[in-house]
């Protein structure tokens, strides 16, 4: 039945208290001494210590809700309906205690008899070779074997380089055949939004000696990892995230804000997501301490800033406008997060000092723009000029390219692209040196956000041709 979002995390909290869990707030989105990570982007990561017995956990069982960013999904936000830059997960972690029997069972417990959720719709994907996983699935929480699905290495394995690793066992939700692909081949484990994977329990069981040699833990850990805004999106039949009863209210304000309907256009809609989710996780980031700056993570604030400027000119809004949008985000997520309330202030400025500069920034290039056309006869604008609006004023190639077009010009994009490419390598090769490894999963975090500089673009003008 419907349950709004702040319901459904303290229905979880609760429940894993209720089975001898510690509930610990949320940590800081800037990770501890740990210079591996960027920003935290699942809930077992700002207790890696605890899982290597580094640090003694404060109690062997603990549950949290936690802020994640996770930027390396950017250009798949507001594309698909399931992936947003910022959202809470939601976890319960043993350190050596419980292990797969109990975390399966109280998984399923949760779903079906806490929220109700019709073991029909349900299906469980294990590692393929993790035959326990299955027995336990099927004969002590009674799944349909019909409901189980073996995937391989890529997705139900966890590891990252040498370490603790294992198997994991994923809990997906079928929304049903609209939301499907159409293809013979869709199923558990397809990439469209119809079987969408909600829980994911890993099951931390091996140590790998760093040449693939596995060894089983004395005391295996589980970590467990379900997306709030996922739930909520399964459990109160919306479309996406977007339209999860929280989110839904900022992105109702930055349609009014526009004035653009909602519904009314598929490539507006997708500016329409982005906004509402680089603005959530913008907030959050700023909140938490991050500044916007030309490297590490000021560098991604300072781009998520600039794209939901971007897709707000694609919506036709002229003026800035986020700093505005944040007093929704407070009011819709202080119940949870009081600290953002009390930094309402600073976040706000922070937002429109960065706005302001990014329009004083385009209307420079503008102005460049403009001058190169007046000056030259040439039918083509040069990759390199291309490349100095893109790169120093913001300049999405579409917009250059819709520019030169009411002047009956066009633009070298090879050349544009190939200095794209270039500057992407050398960012890489300097990071190399930077030492940054192991269980980071988002080492290539910035150069997914450069490359947002057109991919972005060209997604969305992929999706606008499917509709
Ligand atoms: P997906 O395959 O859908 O990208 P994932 O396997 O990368 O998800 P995990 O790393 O297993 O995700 O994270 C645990 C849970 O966090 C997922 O099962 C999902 O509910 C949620 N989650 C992951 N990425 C996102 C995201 N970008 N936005 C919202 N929720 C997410
Ligand atoms: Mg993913
Ligand atoms: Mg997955
Ligand atoms: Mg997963």
Redesign the pocket.
């Known amino acids: 039945q419907w349950t709004g979002l702040n319901d459904l995390r303290e229905k979880y909290l609760s429940f894993f208290e209720s089975k001898g869990h510690l509930r610990l707030p949320s940590f800081p989105l800037i990770p501890k001494d740990d210079n591996s990570l960027l920003l935290i982007n ?1 809930g077992m990561a700002p207790m890696k210590k605890y899982f290597t017995g580094e640090v003694t956990p404060p109690r062997k069982r603990v549950t949290t809700c936690q802020k ?1 960013i ?1 930027t390396p ?1 950017i250009e ?2 507001g594309i698909t309906a ?4 910022f ?1 809470e ?1 939601l976890g319960n972690f043993s350190f050596g205690d419980y292990f797969k029997k109990e975390a399966t069972a109280w998984a399923w417990e949760f779903f079906t008899k806490v929220l109700e959720m019709p073991a029909d719709r349900l299906y469980i994907s294990i590692y393929q070779d993790d035959d326990e996983a299955f027995d336990i699935w099927t004969k002590q929480n009674g799944v349909d074997p019909s409901h189980m699905v073996r995937l391989g290495r890529e ?1 139900n394995f966890w590891e990252h380089g040498s370490g603790p690793c294992g198997p ?1 066992s ?1 809990i997906y939700f079928d929304r049903g055949e609209k939301y499907g692909c159409g293809k013979p081949t869709c199923g558990v484990g397809c990439d469209c939004d119809r079987y ?5 329990l890993v099951f931390t069981q091996f140590e790998n000696d760093g040449n693939n040699n596995y060894t089983p833990l004395d005391h295996p850990n589980i970590d467990t ?3 709030l ?3 909520a999106c399964v459990m109160q039949g919306v479309d996406n ?1 977007f339209l999860v009863d929280t989110v839904q209210n900022i992105m109702k304000h930055i349609s009014r804000i526009a004035n653009v309907q909602y519904g009314a256009d598929e490539k507006s809609d997708v500016s329409l997501r982005v906004i509402t989710d680089h603005i959530r996780s913008t907030t959050f980031m700023i909140s938490d301490g991050v500044m916007p700056s030309n490297e590490g993570r000021g560098y991604v604030l300072r781009r998520l800033l600039r794209r939901a400027a971007r897709h707000g000119r694609l919506l036709g809004i002229n003026h800035p406008f986020l700093a505005d949008v944040v007093d929704t985000v407070i009011h819709e997520n202080e119940c949870a997060y009081p600290e953002l309330r009390e930094k309402s202030a600073m976040i706000k400025k922070v937002i429109a000092f960065e706005e302001e500069n990014f329009y004083k920034t385009i209307d420079k290039g503008f102005a460049l723009l403009n001058d190169i056309i007046d000056r030259t006869d040439a039918k083509v604008l040069s990759g390199e000029d291309a490349f100095l609006l893109s790169d120093t004023f913001g300049f999405p190639i579409d917009l250059t390219k819709e520019i030169l077009s009411e002047k009956g010009m066009s633009v070298d994009e090879d050349r544009f692209r190939a200095l794209v490419l270039q500057q992407r390598e050398t960012a890489r090769a300097s990071r190399k040196n930077a030492g940054a490894d192991a269980w980071a999963g988002d080492s290539d975090v910035l150069d997914d956000i450069a490359k947002t500089e057109f991919v972005g673009y060209t997604g969305m003008k992929a999706t606008a041709k499917v509709t």
């Open positions: 699942s994640c996770r999904d798949r936000v399931r992936h947003g830059t959202f997960m997705d994991c994923e969408v994977e909600v829980w994911n990892g379900m997306g805004e996922r739930l995230l």
